[in-house]
């Protein structure tokens, strides 16, 4: 994925992305104060901002395979279970049971696969978003501040996941963050970013 | 109890009153449900000169006494009047008209501004889940579904209260437009308590019911256990 000249506004905050290359099929890991414009930069790569100026080359992924990882998920109004397919049913795909409970069961969720969502705890919201934004195979997942508030425990769940994701299948990943530890460990091409800006460190 | 139960529920007077107050209800409050919903979706989800002033009217009729209401559908369906030809005054159809006026603004105004509070999150996470058009649609009414519910619930709830309104449109006729309200109304005029107290506590009895749905609904949203 290439991004040129990119510009984009929000209030009186400006993005401004002269050349960002995003290789295919590996980890990037962006890291940047508060406020500098990472979580922007995620949402116009995901299409929830449209870009002021310049363009976004997703190099034939089209929007349908990108998704992304908020800092806060939503979770919809209903049950576990119906959450993590929700990205398989409106792509009218049957969900393979085996591989949705094996999933639930690498993440320590399966026994509260017919709870209500809403109802888990913050960490386990985090887990469950991510299982969600794996389950359809997309080809870019693009991760939020996810890693910033993880417990050791699931930050090693997730670091396992990405590394068995990226040994069989890679696909590309953008994970920001503002902790350096976690983004160098498991990253493999870093990026800084300042007001808006990506800079070269 | 029983035999007072039986007697109010064998008063043919009375029997006309609940089926055309229910009759009245279901119908203004089904023909509310779809306009107000429809402009509560357009009004969230489009930017328009004039935007601010639509949603200040909405708010105001939000308010308006349905006496009022009442009174405005009246000159217009009255014999001399713009609507006078289709013969609605003094019919169910004629005072489903008025409730319908006074409902759709409260449901429009309150789908509104449930969806100002949730439709950007819910429409952001249908983007990165890769939803089109009509399934973040068909996603943001499954999502605010209790929300929906309890604004009919609500417009239902004033409409089988109300009593101004109905009472000039529909002219409070004996077995035709005589609705539970007006039937109260009356009786105390004539000075026959029981039989008013009667369908008082009727009344009461149905916003019970709904008020116990609502409670139901909200309950299920906080219950931790599967459902």
Redesign the interface.
Known sequence: MKITDLEKRIGTFRLQIDHLDIEPGRIHGIIGPNGCGKTVLL?TI???YKPDQGRIDYEGVT????????QRP?L??T?VYKNLI??LQ??KIRPEEGRVDELLEKAGLLAQK???AR?LSSGERQKLSFL?AVI?R?RIILIDETFSNLDPESEALFTEMIREIQKKDPITWVIVSHQMEAVHQLCEVVHHMEKGRVVEK | MADWLKNVLSDPNILSAVRVTFTMAVCSTAIASVLGITFGILLERFRFPGKKIVIRINRTLMGSPPVVVGLIVYLLLMRRGPLGPLSLLFTIQGMVIAQTLIITPIICGMIYSYLRRSAPSIREFAVTMGADRWQTIRLIIRELRKEIYFCMVTGFGRSISEVGAVMLVGGNIRGRTRTMTTTISLLKSQGIFTEGVALGILLLLMAFVLQWICDMLQREEQEDENY
């Not at chain 1, 929007?63 to 908020?70: G, P």
């Open positions: 949402k995901a299409g929830i929007s349908r395979e990108i998704t992304m990882m908020s939503y919809m109004d049950t929700y990205p409106i792509r017919k709870q209500y109802s969600r359809f997309p």
